[in-house]
């Protein structure tokens, strides 16, 4: 990686040049983020995952623009028309539209006017007008006139094609006019189409006008995707004669004053560029750059709430009953084992039209104690406030408790592949009611099997790049399921995928071997599994768990390559090593600083006291109950002014939402979560997602199914 580029990375996200060159090297070398973040901290100076993420990533961007730099000058080259300088200037770009401004006036191009005018032999013309070294244009132009020119007026026409061109592909006019774009106005107008019902959403954009500058990105992903339906025009409120001013002016300022006889024959060419090609594509190209701002905090937005759910609180190994709830088609009811292995299903009719609430009861109660039931898991979906409500009423053991658990994805989940194998012998009803079950046991286990993008946690995420996002949510994941940790022998080959190191193929093998062989019983054992050679062990073992092993360090996120140091503790105090595990007296006594060595710093030092003291530990809180008003049951016993209990069900840039137990999410702005006593400018600095919250009603639109709330207080 040149060092143009690590300089540049740096600047970029103000860490030091050195962090960027370690990572790249460690990058290069196999590493992950999640091993380079945990324990390679004397490598990168403590950086933490979002840095080394974001150099990941600039470090492709990169990497792709020095093939695009590769590209560019063997076509110039070819073509006979690269100096040293341009090649001295493509070759020290960091900016893409800086490079493409750059070869812009050598790429292939189809025909336009100006290569009508240069094949009239009109260039000569039109270099001496630019360079200012004609006097008379007009006597001038009369020496061009020939069969393919009639008149004078015609060639100077053609001459201007050719400066106008000339203009529009030079890199210092093409950033004078962005510059200019990006300080104005973006203007939506409906089309015919707006008054179609479907653009009653768009209502709000009808008449509407904002700085291009200041915009918030849920506002353009808006007005945007509302052009893309076509229910809007947008543009760039820009004044083609200031502009043209500008330019003219610049132009001035590098040449001299043109003379009068000049002067008309530029400044049409100048005005002719803008309004024709160069507003044209700055225009959307400005835009664009805007949208790909809006994406990124879009993105940022979902990747938070992804993590939020992805760690939410997992109520662990119970038996489970869990209920896909429904009207007409019945309460799907599975019974789960400690490890969410299906041991029961069945359909049950609480609710109308059929009506069978006596026998649902008792067929739930005859459940309960069959199975051991210790935890009940009801979908949030349709008839799920309902069959909250008949759960409630059905008498249970002490002890057992109810949750609501969100069903977004179960369906997907249902119908995948992933579940067909899974359960090859169940329908999707059942397949979707253990998904809800098994979600409630441990979230993460279960939510890496759906795509993040079906969770409902995201605002704009079909408009946003599609490549960011992922890569994203893929770091996301990798971030989440790495921070937990993961136990080699119970794992999914879904979850070990998202280990460190593993990947789809490696999973795969794991659980095959746990299959041939029983369970692991050191972390050693990886290595007998089949592809999984040492710099795959190097990446995996610290994040993967045996409860029970031998070695109680295999059940802690101490990496193997670090146990010799706690062996040296240990020694240090007389002590065996599983003597230190818990015991806060035993470790206080431990100086760090005798205990570095040449690869292993002090973070790192201090992070095996750390987790000696609570070795394996779930960083995640655990799961408690809720419970809705029983007063409110539709949108029409909602008044303004009413605090009711609720939970947050997306966070977005302009807001949350929440669920408070009707069929429609209510809306806190962010402009009402403060209290009145501070103003809030990002949501997730105060709410998470599945927060259990209390709201006040501030508005209902029941024509429009919208909810106003404001944050009464948190849970």
């Not at 609480?350 to 210790?374: C, F, L, N, Q, W």
Request: hydrophobic share 35%.
């Amino acid at each position: 990686m040149k060092d143009l580029y690590i300089k540049t990375i740096a600047d970029k996200l103000s860490v030091k040049e050195w962090q960027v060159e370690n990572c790249a090297v460690l990058f290069a070398d196999g590493a992950t983020i999640p091993f380079i973040s945990r324990y390679r901290k004397e490598r990168t100076g403590g950086l933490d995952e979002v840095l080394i993420a974001e150099i990941r990533h600039w470090l492709d961007v990169y990497t792709e623009m020095d093939r695009r730099k590769e590209t560019i000058l063997t076509t110039i080259s070819e073509a006979g028309k690269l100096t040293p300088e341009l090649e001295t200037a493509i070759s020290g770009c960091v900016d893409s539209t800086e490079l493409e401004d750059l070869y812009l006036p050598f790429r292939p191009k189809r025909r336009t006017r100006a290569t009508a005018a240069r094949e009239a032999g009109l260039e000569p013309l039109a270099e001496g007008i630019y360079n200012l070294s004609v006097k008379d244009p007009v006597r001038e132009a009369g020496k061009f006139v020939n069969d393919k020119v009639a008149t004078a007026e015609d060639a100077l026409a053609g001459a201007r094609d050719i400066i106008a061109e000339k203009l529009n592909e030079t890199a210092s006019v093409r950033e004078t006019v962005r510059k200019m774009l990006r300080t104005k106005r973006i203007v939506a107008r409906p089309t015919r189409k707006a008054d179609a019902p479907e653009a009653r959403k768009y209502q709000g954009y009808f008449d509407f006008s904002e700085p291009l500058s200041r915009i918030a990105s849920h506002r353009l992903l808006a007005v945007l995707r509302a052009e893309e339906e076509g229910y809007l025009n947008l543009k760039i409120d820009a004044d083609p004669e200031k502009c043209g001013n500008k330019l003219y002016y610049d132009f001035c300022q590098e040449k001299k004053y043109p003379g009068k006889e000049l002067s008309e024959q530029i400044r049409t060419a100048i005005d002719d560029a803008y309004k024709r090609l160069l507003e044209p594509s700055l225009s959307n190209e400005v835009i664009h750059e805007a949208k790909e701002k809006a994406d990124i905090e879009s993105i940022k937005v979902f990747g938070e709430n992804l993590r939020q759910l992805l760690l939410a609180p997992p109520v662990g190994q119970k038996r489970v009953m869990a209920i896909d709830p429904g009207f007409r088609t019945g309460c799907k009811v599975v019974c789960l084992d400690e490890q969410g292995n299906l041991l029961h299903y069945e359909a049950i009719f609480p609710h109308p039209p059929v009506s069978e609430k006596v026998k649902s009861i008792r067929a739930v109660s005859d459940m309960i104690g069959k199975y051991g039931i210790e935890v009940i898991a009801i979908g949030n979906g349709t008839a799920g406030r309902e069959t909250e409500d008949f759960i409630k009423r059905v008498p249970k053991p002490d002890g057992v408790k109810v949750f609501s658990v969100s069903e977004d994805g179960a369906s997907i989940y249902s119908a995948s592949e992933v579940a067909r194998e899974e359960f090859p012998d169940c329908d999707v009803t059942v397949r979707g009611a253990v998904s809800i079950g098994r979600r409630l046991m441990d979230p993460l286990a279960e939510l890496v099997k759906i795509d993040p993008k079906s969770l409902g946690v995201g605002q704009y995420q079909h408009d946003v790049d599609q490549t960011l996002l992922k890569e994203k949510l893929d770091n996301t994941v990798e971030s989440c399921v790495n921070s937990v940790g993961v136990n080699l022998n119970t794992a999914s080959r879904h979850l070990l995928s998202y280990v460190s190191g593993i990947g789809p193929a490696l999973a795969e093998n794991i659980v095959q071997y746990r299959k041939d062989n029983g369970p692991f019983r050191s972390r050693k054992d990886l290595l007998k599994v089949k592809r999984l050679g040492d710099k795959a062990f190097e990446q995996c073992a610290g994040f993967l768990r045996i409860p029970g092993a031998a070695n109680p360090l295999d059940n802690s996120a101490v990496h193997p390559e670090s146990y010799h140091i706690v062996e040296k503790m240990a020694g240090s105090l007389n002590v065996r090593t599983e003597d230190l595990i818990a015991n806060a007296d035993l470790c206080s006594r431990i100086r760090p600083e005798d205990f570095i060595e040449d690869e292993f710093g002090l973070p790192t030092v201090n992070d095996i006291l750390k987790e000696l003291l609570k070795p394996g530990r779930d960083p995640r809180e655990s799961a408690s109950e809720f419970s809705f008003s029983e007063d409110i049951h539709t949108i029409e016993d909602l008044a303004p002014g009413m605090e009711l209990p609720g939970i947050v069900t997306n966070i977005t840039a302009f807001g949350a939402f929440v669920d408070i137990g009707i069929k429609q999410n209510g809306l806190i702005h962010v402009s009402q979560m403060g209290g009145g006593k501070r103003r809030v400018h990002d949501p997730s600095e105060i709410l998470r997602l599945h927060q259990h919250v209390i709201v006040e009603v501030l508005s209902v639109d029941i024509d429009r199914n919208r909810i106003g709330l404001r944050l009464s207080g948190l849970s």
